[in-house]
């Protein structure tokens, strides 16, 4: 034995020399390595400090359950992680690494006075502390706790990695290539379905690697799985998610493990829809309660096996086991047989299996039945232990500088419990294991509870004959929590464990609770005196272990985090000078100028070119659904507040969407193109919320209702002709539409060809003009603008953008939702009651609009206003007062939802959200600005046009 490397033991043999550094000191390890491995080959067993006491810790576990070695690794410029743990980081040739949570340095932190002070710092004491005196909080309480808080440090450079993702489909999905896993994908193999295997460690195997006997199979099954077409084996890949209906989430690491990873991608996102999940993710070792049970060197038994048959490590020179289960007698007699001095296995139980006890003495093993350990000596490295008889008789110390704990196993239910599985508590396992599925999932192997380990005790706490009060006995190591947390917890008043966690925030660490829930549950269900069962069990949520932000985002980064969207008219308005602004993701044109022009003339321009000639518009943007189906306008009958079932096909409605707070949340103009199909339109912002509101309710509300959407906005460019020569402008460009009054009045669709492209062709209006919005297959959205602009260069055709729509829309006072609404105007405030069907016996929000503070009086409702000084612009979202004279702090009534100056009507136009306001027509309000206040009249928010006498032109 060199050091605590092992020659001929573990998997790696003669494995190249890899060099690193941690905390700046430089050391070697071996290809093929963790750095918890190549740390422990080399001695150290400090690998970081706890999050409230700051006291040493030493590894716990060998794998996704550690909860103390969180490490810091960095790349080179901007390649910063934090809270890494070192069971998970694979060695590679000049890694740098350094603990976290320490200052100045990892041996001495000044940090550990907490420790010193624990006191003072029971569990919950942050609720109860910091209140006194309040104007400390700012200045001393708040700016300290921000300093402590946290483990490692964020990152403050920007990330240069790329990262990938996909979709896959399968039939069969694995996670965990352990034994049974491994089995699985061989099973589900060979009936040629295709099948996904993932684990997240470098090499497949699980449970197998730590068993030489095992490693004959194992090297076998992974031949014959790697050579089948129809399996794909994921290595280095974690499951941290199961969504519905078979989604999983998963992260597969590409490159971490490579000293120079050159441009290629850090991770990718694999998001996998199967039509069958089995779960293989095995089990979790439980650790042991007791006095010191975190000093450095105190680590469970399994992890003890794994690093010295997976790597060839011996934890220590000589080794004490303490264990309460037969599978830690397993673990010390596989580490004696390699050489390592096992000096004393402590059993609480009085009595094993026989064969245990004589192994233990064919391999010269002293075995203390019915003993436990009370103490563990040392502070940054365990020397010696101390333990007695249950009843606290016999009493002694035993020298050694490792500590294995054998507290039973705990299934790894997690992503069961994500896919909403149920549980059932076991007694045999002292853990819950999986019952109902609530998918098409199974659990095989350890982690459904069908494979064994032997029998054990299930034990919250070890006896001891101390003071529980003034030792720490610790059950969630990353947050300190100890056993007297829990029975203070419980002494306070917490009954459900949901309430002990929050309280002692146990469980609520980086890992989860993956080796602490158990235990507390134990504790608390002994403090209560009621069964586990009653106490109930904690909500496993996504991510299984902590994720990289840049592997959810993917490749939504820099320019690609909120692409720029682009219509295919949008080159010709670029060609054309327009100036452009951002409207929920899209690039739109605000106006075009000419040589000359302020925005404010450019607009006034397009306005009147629109009202006395022809404007054309790029409406793309515009959101668009499909809605199909023979239950299409019982569908739509059920979410918009007007009537849907008797409008014939060939006709176009205004719909207006409602919240089931009875507020509107979106609104725009759709047509019935047949019996069973609808061309919705949305706003431009709304499309995706209102696309993802139908599907809601339509999986969840009416599941029976026999339809399909489908997102259609970039399927569709949509061409707006607007003004009183219009119908001359594409007179000649249309075949198969009767172009006239009579045959296609206001408010119709019909289809046919323009320019020898199908057409859906609305007449619709957003300006009280004459109006067509022409809708043709996007890829020919740019050849039927170039036809339409030539043919109407006879007829004075403009161009107008955002700016111009808004004025013309407001001139006509139709409504932008999210700009004359704010989340709290019904229909009623709106003044659209007429868009409320009366004799509906449901839609949307329809309750909600009898609700006695929607129809009390006093609401702010949407109402016109008209300066005194006709030239005055009021700026929109100005408050508006009733007396201006009234001391300060005033009474605002209401605010400028909209406010433009308009070419046509020769003055300034606004409308406002008042209180009462439609009481108010004719009144005389007041907006106070800085240096003056302005004097409106409150009026009709109808500008022009109240008869609607333009719409044919």
Same mark, same amino acid.
């Given at each position: 034995m060199t050091s605590h490397r092992i020659a001929d033991a573990g998997r790696l043999g003669s494995a190249t020399t890899v060099n690193f550094t941690f905390d700046g000191k430089p050391y070697q390890g071996k290809a093929g390595d963790s750095l918890a491995s190549a740390l422990l080959a080399n001695g150290v067993v400090l690998f970081g400090r706890s999050f409230k006491y700051h006291r040493p810790r030493g590894?716990? #576990? =060998? !794998?996704?359950?550690? *909860? /103390?070695?969180?490490?810091?690794?960095?790349? #080179? =410029? !901007?390649?910063?992680? *934090? /809270?890494?743990?070192?069971?998970?980081?694979?060695?590679?040739?000049?890694?740098?690494?350094?603990?976290?949570?320490?200052?100045?340095?990892?041996?001495?932190d000044f940090g550990s006075i907490n420790d010193r002070l624990g006191r003072f710092f029971p569990a919950g004491f942050y609720n109860k502390t910091f209140m006194w005196p309040r104007s400390f909080w700012d200045k001393l309480y708040e700016p300290a706790i921000r300093r402590m808080a946290g483990l490692g440090d964020a990152p403050v450079d920007p990330d240069p990695d790329v990262y990938d993702a996909c979709y896959a489909h399968c039939d069969v999905l694995i996670v965990g290539a352990g034994p049974a896993g491994i089995d699985a994908a061989l099973a589900a193999s060979a009936s040629n379905r295709k099948v996904f295997l993932l684990d997240e460690q470098d090499e497949m195997g699980g449970g197998a690697l730590a068993d030489q006997a095992l490693w004959p199979w194992l090297a076998e099954s992974l031949k014959d799985l790697a050579t089948l077409p129809n399996v794909t084996m994921l290595n280095r890949t974690t499951a941290f998610g199961y969504y519905h209906d078979n989604f999983i989430g998963a992260v597969e690491r590409l490159t971490e493990h490579l000293p120079d990873p050159g441009h290629a991608p850090r991770e990718k996102l694999w998001r996998i829809r199967a039509d069958e999940v089995v779960l293989a993710q095995?089990?979790?070792?439980?650790?042991?309660?007791?006095?010191?049970?975190d000093v450095p060197g105190v680590m469970l038994a399994s992890a003890a096996r794994t690093y010295l048959h997976r790597f060839g490590v011996a934890v220590g020179h000589n080794v004490a086991l303490m264990t309460v289960h037969d599978s830690g007698w397993r673990d010390v007699f596989a580490m004696a047989r390699a050489g390592v001095k096992v000096t004393a296995i402590i059993e609480l139980r009085e009595s094993v299996d026989a064969a245990l006890l004589v192994e233990a003495g064919e391999l010269g093993i002293a075995a203390e039945l019915g003993s436990a350990v009370i103490g563990v000596a040392g502070r940054q490295a365990v020397n010696g232990i101390e333990i007695a008889r249950a009843d606290g008789s016999q009493r002694r110390k035993l020298a050694c500088d490792a500590v294995l704990m054998a507290g039973g196993w705990t299934p790894s239910v997690h992503l069961w419990s994500h896919s909403l599985g149920k549980l059932a508590w076991s007694e045999d396992w002292g853990a819950y294991l999986p019952d109902v599925p609530n998918e098409n999932v199974r659990c095989v192997g350890a982690c459904s509870g069908t494979w064994s380990f032997g029998s054990g005790l299930n034990i919250g706490q070890l006896p001891t004959q101390k003071n529980p009060g003034k030792i720490k006995a610790f059950v969630d190591f990353q947050n300190d929590v100890t056993a007297k947390d829990i029975a203070l917890a419980v002494r306070e008043g917490m009954k459900s464990v949901e309430h002990i966690k929050r309280y002692t925030t146990n469980g609520m660490a980086t890992d989860q609770g993956k080796t602490s829930n158990l235990n507390a549950l134990q504790l608390a269900s002994?403090?209560?005196?009621?069964?586990?069962q009653a106490i109930g069990l904690t909500t496993f949520r996504p991510p299984y272990t902590p994720q990289t932000f840049g592997a959810l985002a993917g490749h939504a980064k820099d320019a690609l985090f909120q692409a720029v969207r682009k219509s295919p008219i949008d080159p010709w308005a670029e060609a054309e000078g327009a100036v452009f602004e951002l409207v929920a993701q899209w690039r739109r044109a605000r106006y075009f100028p000419k040589a000359g022009e302020d925005m404010d003339t450019a607009v006034a321009r397009e306005c009147l070119a629109v009202r006395s000639a022809v404007g054309i518009f790029d409406a793309s943007t515009l959101g668009k659904i499909e809605v199909v189906g023979p239950d299409a306008a019982e569908f739509l009958n059920r979410m918009y507040t007007n009537p849907w079932k008797q409008l014939e096909p060939g006709r176009c409605r205004y719909g207006l969407l409602l919240r089931e707070d009875g507020f509107i949340t979106d609104d725009g103009v759709s047509a019935r193109i047949a019996p069973d199909r609808f061309h919705l339109t949305t706003t431009t912002g709304g499309a995706a919320r209102v696309l993802n509101m139908m599907e809601d309710y339509l999986q969840t509300e009416w599941p029976d209702l026999n339809v399909w959407l489908t997102s259609t906005t970039e399927q569709w460019a949509?061409?707006?002709?607007?003004?009183?020569?219009?119908?001359?402008?594409?007179?000649?460009?249309v075949s198969g539409i009767d172009l006239s009054g009579e045959a296609f009045p206001h408010m119709a669709v019909r289809e046919g060809t323009i320019c020898g492209v199908p057409t859906r062709l609305f007449r619709v209006s957003f300006t009280g003009e004459l109006g067509f919005e022409i809708n043709v297959p996007a890829a020919f959205g740019r050849h039927v603008w170039d036809a339409v602009w030539a043919a109407g260069q006879a007829h004075g055709i403009t161009p107008y953008g955002t700016e111009a729509m808004h004025v013309l829309r407001a001139e006509k006072g139709f409504i932008i939702v999210g700009q004359d609404t704010d989340g709290t105007v019904t229909p009623y405030d709106a003044g659209l009651d007429w868009a409320v069907g009366k004799k509906k016996p449901d839609f949307v929000g329809r309750r909600s609009l009898a609700r006695p503070d929607i129809v009390a009086s006093g609401r702010k409702q949407l109402v016109g206003?008209?300066?005194?000084?006709?030239?005055?612009?009021?700026?929109?979202?100005?408050?508006?007062?009733?007396?201006?004279?009234?001391?300060?702090?005033?009474?605002?009534?209401?605010?400028?939802t909209s406010s433009y100056h308009s070419a046509t009507l020769g003055r300034s136009i606004a409308m406002a959200l008042i209180q009462g306001g439609f009481e108010k027509m004719g009144e005389t309000l007041h907006v106070p600005m800085p240096g003056k206040t302005i004097t409106a009249k409150v009026v009709k928010p109808m500008f022009y046009d109240a008869e609607g006498s333009r719409l044919n032109g």
């Open positions: 590894l716990l #576990g =060998a !794998g996704a359950e550690e *909860p /103390n070695a969180l490490i810091s690794v960095t790349r #080179g =410029a !901007g390649r910063f992680t *934090p /809270n890494l743990r070192a069971t998970a980081i694979e060695l590679y040739e000049g890694l740098t690494a350094r603990s976290q949570n320490r200052w100045p340095s990892l041996a001495t095995g089990a979790i070792e439980r650790p042991l309660v007791f006095a010191g049970n002994a403090a209560l005196d009621r069964p586990v949509v061409i707006a002709l607007q003004g009183p020569k219009a119908r001359d402008v594409i007179a000649s460009l206003l008209l300066t005194d000084d006709a030239n005055e612009v009021l700026v929109e979202g100005a408050q508006i007062v009733a007396d201006p004279n009234q001391p300060i702090p005033m009474k605002m009534i209401g605010h400028v």
